[in-house]
């Protein structure tokens, strides 16, 4: 089976950077990829990591590290928007095909 | 393009009864999923189905049933529904090859 743990809450201040971590057990690796949610909302996709190293999407930045089965979302120059909750996940493969499998998320609050 | 639609938003149930969540996507998209979300708990894979007549259990199957009427569209049944399926439902969905899950915007369901 798959696990995966990431911490269950960061506070920060509007303009400063935060990192996310999230540490992960899978029988099969295919990817680990971030997702954010608002209070009341669907997840929406952030990032994906495939191979090791870094992803930049604007402020946002994803690592990955398949050796230390690990990766990092890492959030700069914080906005209130962005207090929101982030799960990481990674790729099951069952009979039928596969799904993402979610860590418990991360709720992020950012205040001025 | 509405992209994945669910009905409905919200429902209220009794010990016992039973109900179907529909969801709806219009990306053409071969794998669809069914997740639930309580607090704390990130979100839990129920069933999905990678494409017309597959489907696979996830981590919380049991006491569900669903069904992959056609490429667009995949019900989640609950038969006797009890108190522990309180919770919010989302659909999902992705294709083939791609990294992204799209998920739709979530039925609340409260059993009495």
């Known amino acids: 089976g798959q696990s995966l743990e990431q911490p269950s809450e960061v506070t920060a201040v509007e303009g400063a950077i935060v990192q996310i971590n999230c540490t992960y057990q899978?029988?099969?690796?295919?990817?680990l990829s971030w997702y954010q949610q608002h209070d009341g909302g669907a997840p929406t996709f952030l990032s994906y990591?495939?191979?090791?190293g870094l992803e930049e999407t604007g402020r946002f930045s994803s690592f990955l590290s398949r050796s230390d089965s690990y990766g990092y979302l890492l959030l700069q120059e914080l906005q209130m928007k962005d207090s929101a909750s982030y799960f990481c996940?990674?790729?099951?493969?069952?009979?039928?095909?596969?799904?993402?499998?979610f860590g418990k998320g991360t709720t992020l609050s950012v205040s001025s | 393009n509405a992209g994945v639609t669910q009905t409905p938003k919200f429902q209220v149930l009794k010990t016992g009864q039973s109900m179907t969540l529909q969801c709806a996507q219009d990306?053409?998209?071969?794998?669809m999923y069914w997740y639930r979300q309580d607090p704390g708990m990130g979100l839990r894979l129920i069933y999905y189905?990678?494409?017309?007549?597959?489907?696979d259990k996830g981590e919380v199957p049991n006491g569900y049933n669903v069904s992959r009427l056609n490429k667009r569209e995949f019900s989640l049944r609950l038969e006797s529904a009890a108190p522990s399926q309180t919770s919010v439902y989302f659909c999902?969905?992705?294709?083939?090859?791609?990294?992204?899950?799209?998920f739709g915007p979530g039925t609340r369901l409260t059993v009495l």
């Open positions: 999902a969905s992705r294709d083939t090859g791609d990294n992204e899950q799209f």
């Open positions: 899978t029988s099969g690796f295919y990817g």
């Open positions: 990591n495939g191979l090791d």
């Open positions: 996940a990674v790729r099951d493969y069952g009979q039928a095909g596969t799904a993402l499998i």
């Open positions: 990306m053409n998209h071969n794998s």
């Open positions: 189905s990678a494409s017309e007549g597959t489907t």
